[in-house]
């Protein structure tokens, strides 16, 4: 009869003690304070994935490193009574243990690729980047983006609608579009509470990178694209948006601060802005979701550009006006 | 070869090779041209406010580069013009700015930065007129901008008539066609602080924002307040 213990049994049991501890106390102390907050639907849903994650991959974790310290432990060849280890049919592998390895690990990590489609699809994109043509756009983003081009758009706070936001990339500073309030262009970025959010990316140069991070949003900023993007705001807060796209001398200045405040704070923010840049909105270039490049230097014409159409022909989303 | 003067050859090499990394890194990292800080903060008594002079000139007219379009600045204590784009400054006091231009203008390439922000008033004087947005699409159109965008402050430079005879080098005398620009902030608490001209003028660069854009001491450079 073979006196050697159940090693297997052992380690399992090990593995399960622990495994279940930390995984308790990983979501319930460590979660919720997970990168990047609950400011958004976004980032809500980018800290649940984070943490889910971290939920099936402690135990991987956990299963190598038991592993790894009973074998320690138990073979080591320096404790008495221990014979050194030899090759031969002691040293073979176990074909079972190999087969159950592969197995397990590839259903983690298919699931895992669904799970993450599945959170990709459920949240309109996550937060990144979609390109001009979003296949999964939250219900009233076309409708939205439509009405900014048509300059019908209007939102307030008991409307429901998605709000547009339109963000402008250039060297090196962002600015940002209100379609829905006469299409006023301002420097600082201001959302309301509870509110699906469209931004419309895009670069009056090089390639930048819209990255608010609080609100689990990032998407390039391309000239002669627009990259959209969703989220819908929760709670009120402050948020960086930082450029995430080496562009230049002055990108590590190209940063600023957002806030997400009541639906009425938005309202009264953005109406005062509106009236109080009506002078320079005048004289704004009509709202686009692209505008035309001068790479040539000094000369303007980035807007209106004598007869050139500010509107990209690869702009397919959302309705455009009739010429 | 023998093993000794096999290993001599690869030693040889090796310092070689480390010599042209390090000749190429700081080639790459020394500056395009000297540069300085011009200190305002013993111009005056503590708490007054801060007179600061600058202009900005087609063509700087020296240095490795002096086809550049570039901001000069009047040193307060020598009183000549200098290219420093440093600038230190006392917190919590009132800055006077007077800006020179005597380059030729255009549409901006983004109008919002037509409007005056960050100013006291949010607006500028334009050769004595109040002017609180100005439209780059008429007139002589704006030839460069001043903006800190950390403080939020935006102030066009109005451009001259690009078909009058302009000043050709720095430092330009002001009986040449230009437009003075007159501005007041506020410096909040110590900290440096970009700033930038917001018109791609780097002519001949890709979206204009190479050459004199992107090298410190001529449309950018740094607002140093300090505690006096």
């Not at chain 1, 509470?193 to 390039?220: E, P, R």
């Amino acid at each position: 009869m073979n006196d050697e213990p159940r090693h297997l049994r052992r380690m399992t049991i090990i593995w399960l003690i622990i495994s279940v501890i930390a995984d308790v106390l990983f979501w319930f102390l460590l979660g919720p304070h997970m990168a990047p907050g609950r400011l958004t639907s976004t980032a809500k849903a980018d800290q649940f994935d984070f943490n889910f994650l971290a939920v099936i991959a402690l135990p991987v974790m956990i299963a190598i490193w038991v592993f790894m310290g009973y074998s320690i432990r138990t073979w080591s060849a320096k404790r008495a009574g221990v014979p050194e280890p030899v090759g031969g049919e002691a040293a073979r592998s176990h074909k079972g243990a190999i087969v159950s390895w592969m197995v397990i690990t590839t259903v983690i990590v298919l699931f895992l690729a669904g799970f993450g489609t599945v959170a990709l699809i459920s949240d309109h994109g996550s937060g990144g980047g979609e390109g001009p043509n979003p296949i999964w756009s939250p219900t009233g983003a076309t409708s939205a983006e439509t009405a900014a081009l048509t300059t019908s758009d209007s939102w307030s706070p008991s409307s429901g609608k998605v709000l547009v936001v339109q963000v402008i990339a250039q060297q090196w500073k962002f600015t940002y579009r209100y379609p829905a309030f006469g299409g006023f262009e301002t420097t600082q970025l201001m959302l309301p509470t509870d509110t699906s959010i469209a931004f419309n990316v895009t670069s009056l140069d090089v390639i930048h990178s819209f990255w608010a991070y609080q609100l689990g949003v990032k998407a390039d900023a391309n000239p002669m694209l627009n990259n959209v993007a969703f989220t819908d705001t929760q709670q009120p807060g402050s948020f960086v948006v930082r450029c995430s796209e080496l562009c230049g001398l002055w990108h590590g200045a190209m940063f600023d601060y957002g806030k997400v405040v009541s639906k009425t704070a938005f309202m009264t923010w953005a109406t005062n802005t509106e009236t109080a840049n009506a002078a320079n909105t005048k004289d704004l270039a009509p709202f686009a979701w692209t505008y035309v490049p001068d790479a040539n230097g000094a000369s303007g014409g980035y807007y209106i550009d004598g007869g050139v159409t500010p509107y990209s022909k690869a702009e397919l989303y959302g309705a455009k006006p009739s010429s | 070869m023998s093993m000794r003067g096999r290993l001599t050859t690869v030693v040889v090499l090796f310092l070689v090779g480390v010599g042209v990394v390090v000749l190429c890194v700081a080639t790459f990292l020394k500056p395009g041209t000297p540069g300085g800080v011009t200190d305002f903060t013993k111009s005056q008594p503590a708490g007054q406010p801060v007179h600061l002079l600058a202009q900005v000139v087609g063509s700087i007219g020296f240095g490795p580069h002096p086809t550049w379009v570039s901001y000069m600045v009047m040193n307060p204590t020598t009183h000549k013009w200098v290219q420093d784009t440093t600038w230190k400054l006392p917190a919590h006091t009132k800055i006077d700015m007077t800006i020179e231009q005597f380059d030729s203008g255009s549409p901006l390439r983004n109008q919002e930065w037509g409007q005056i922000q960050g100013t006291i008033g949010n607006s500028m004087q334009l050769n004595g007129k109040t002017v609180s947005v100005y439209n780059s699409f008429t007139g002589t159109g704006v030839g460069h901008t001043f903006a800190v965008p950390t403080l939020g402050i935006s102030v066009p430079l109005v451009g001259v008539n690009g078909s009058d005879t302009l000043c050709g080098e720095g430092p330009c005398s002001t009986k040449m066609p230009h437009n003075e620009i007159t501005f007041s902030f506020n410096t909040k608490g110590p900290g440096n602080f970009p700033w930038q001209c917001f018109v791609p003028c780097g002519l001949g660069w890709l979206f204009g924002n190479g050459g004199p854009m992107s090298t410190q001491n001529f449309m950018g450079g740094f607002l140093d307040v300090v505690n006096s």
